[in-house]
């Protein structure tokens, strides 16, 4: 699908709910560009740069990174694409404060809410493998690599993330309820936020699928 109009999308949801693999799939489908605030701080811990290693010990105890320097890289990254780029925010805002700084330089016009009970969210955070350089994501059970512990693409080693302890994935349960979840009410309010509940990512994506595909060709025929 051809975009004719720039989007501005952030996907939220708990830890573990999907939003790298739906994204994925956004990317693939919509060509928007995916930026996981998550997979830019692995990036700079991968790489030793002196950002990861400052930010390793936040991330591996389940906390959030401040709120001044998670918002600054979003910031800048947003920047360096090109002019009129359609984006997809993953991870970033997870505060209020992230929210409003987003909104000082660009106006998000979709948001989509993977909303997944956490009981679901820990048994699959514990089989999660990840190829760090890329961000794809693998599960035992759900989309296992084609050969165990290497990535599909680049036959590189899969990792598992330090942060999928089970008590670290408390924590950033606990984290989400606090910080993250006001995050919700703020796009409510503004009449952005679209909610999709499920366990199954498979079976959410059909619907946010939909939606994505009516809300673009809705504006579409909009600017027709
Ligand atoms: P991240 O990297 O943003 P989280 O905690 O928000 O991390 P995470 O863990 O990356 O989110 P996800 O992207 O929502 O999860 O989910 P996923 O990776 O696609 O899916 C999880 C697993 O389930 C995978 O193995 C997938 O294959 C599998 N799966 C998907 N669907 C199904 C299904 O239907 N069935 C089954 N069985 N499996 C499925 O942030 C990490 C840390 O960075 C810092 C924080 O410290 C944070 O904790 N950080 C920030 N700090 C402050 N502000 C920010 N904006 C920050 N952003 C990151
Ligand atoms: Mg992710």
Redesign the pocket.
């Known amino acids: 699908m051809v975009l004719h109009r720039i989007v501005r999308a952030v996907i939220m ?1 708990p ?8 994204s994925s799939r956004i990317t693939k489908c919509f060509g928007l560009t995916h930026i ?4 830019i ?1 692995r990036a700079n811990i991968n790489a030793k740069t002196e950002l990861g290693l400052l930010m390793k010990s ?2 591996d105890q ?4 401040p709120d001044d320097v ?1 918002a600054r890289i979003i910031l800048k990254d947003l920047k360096s694409l090109e002019q009129g780029s359609s984006w997809l925010l ?6 209020v404060s ?1 929210a409003e700084s987003l909104d000082d330089a660009h106006s998000v016009d979709t948001v989509i809410n993977l909303n997944v009970p956490f009981q679901t969210i820990k048994q ?2 514990t ?2 493998w990840t190829h760090l350089p890329s961000g794809r ?3 035992v ?3 296992p690599p084609k050969v165990p512990g290497f990535d599909d693409v680049t036959g590189e080693p899969l990792v598992q993330r330090d ?1 999928d302890k089970p008590e670290t994935v408390t924590r ?1 349960l606990k ?1 989400y309820e606090t910080q993250t979840e006001p995050v919700l009410e703020y796009y409510r309010s503004k009449g952005v936020l679209e909610t999709f509940t499920g366990t ?3 079976k959410i994506w059909p619907h946010i699928e939909a939606f994505l595909q009516k809300k673009f060709s809705m504006c579409n025929q909009n600017l027709a």
């Open positions: 949801g830890p573990g709910s999907g939003k790298g693999t739906v996981s605030s998550g997979d701080l936040c991330i389940g906390q959030l990174v998670i993953d991870g970033f805002p997870r505060t992230q699959r955070l089989s999660r994501v693998y599960n059970d759900f989309n942060d950033r984290a199954e990512t498979n």
